[in-house]
């Protein structure tokens, strides 16, 4: 075989593909249930941003920890079609930034608990832990409340009330 002849065979050879890393991508099975509330969460984000919401970020946002995010976007969009007193183009925009900002960081404090709270279990078996049980769960409880207590406040700037 001479030169030429391998390379014209080599330039027939169609060229393989480089491998696709598919780790990150999994297959969904979703019942009718969870396709509605993927389905109404992704309207509602839709109408609240004013931009279309693709079915995977939707996905994403009710697997993540921003379900309440969800929720409170989809309630708005809920009590805008009902009639209430103050419609979504009513509330300043610096006030909507303001809470989901409030959200994400409420996220994070809980995020952070649950770090400390793994360390500390590993701390406290070794009997060097300055930090009880009931400090930590103070901890998650305030949390919580906080998280509470903005939801009700989205709640009532939303109907206009309190």
Same mark, same amino acid.
């Not at 984000?45 to 919401?53: A, F």
């Not at 006030?95 to 404090?109: E, F, M, S």
């Given at each position: 075989?001479?030169?030429?002849?391998?390379?014209? %065979?080599?330039?027939? @050879?169609? +060229?393989?593909?480089?491998?696709?890393?598919?780790?990150? @991508?999994?297959?969904? @099975?979703?019942?009718? /249930? /969870?396709?509605?509330?993927? $389905? $109404?969460? +992704?309207?509602?984000?839709?109408? &609240?941003?004013? %931009?279309?919401?693709?079915?995977?970020?939707?996905?994403?946002?009710?697997?993540?920890?921003?379900? *309440?995010?969800?929720?409170? $976007?989809?309630?708005?969009?809920? =009590?805008?079609?009902? *009639? %209430?007193?103050?419609? /979504? +183009?009513? =509330?300043?925009?610096?006030? =909507?930034?303001?809470? #989901?900002?409030?959200?994400? @960081?409420? *996220?994070?404090?809980?995020?952070?608990?649950?770090?400390?709270?793994?360390?500390? &279990?590993?701390? #406290?078996?070794?009997?060097?832990?300055? =930090? %009880?049980?009931?400090?930590?769960?103070?901890?998650? /409880?305030?949390?919580?409340?906080?998280?509470?207590?903005?939801?009700?406040?989205?709640?009532?700037?939303?109907?206009?009330?309190?």
């Amino acid at each position: 075989m001479t030169a030429t002849t391998r390379a014209t %065979s080599k330039a027939k @050879r169609a +060229r393989r593909d480089h491998p696709v890393n598919l780790e990150h @991508r999994k297959m969904l @099975r979703l019942g009718d /249930e /969870e396709l509605a509330a993927v $389905e $109404e969460t +992704r309207r509602a984000l839709s109408v &609240v941003r004013g %931009s279309e919401v693709g079915f995977s970020e939707a996905v994403r946002l009710l697997l993540t920890d921003k379900v *309440g995010v969800a929720k409170v $976007e989809a309630k708005a969009k809920a =009590i805008v079609s009902s *009639g %209430s007193v103050l419609g /979504e +183009r009513e =509330i300043p925009q610096h006030v =909507i930034d303001l809470l #989901n900002d409030i959200q994400q @960081r409420l *996220g994070y404090a809980q995020g952070s608990l649950n770090s400390l709270s793994k360390d500390l &279990v590993l701390v #406290n078996d070794k009997n060097d832990g300055h =930090i %009880s049980q009931h400090q930590l769960d103070r901890a998650f /409880e305030d949390v919580h409340a906080l998280r509470v207590w903005l939801e009700t406040f989205e709640h009532k700037l939303l109907l206009g009330t309190g």
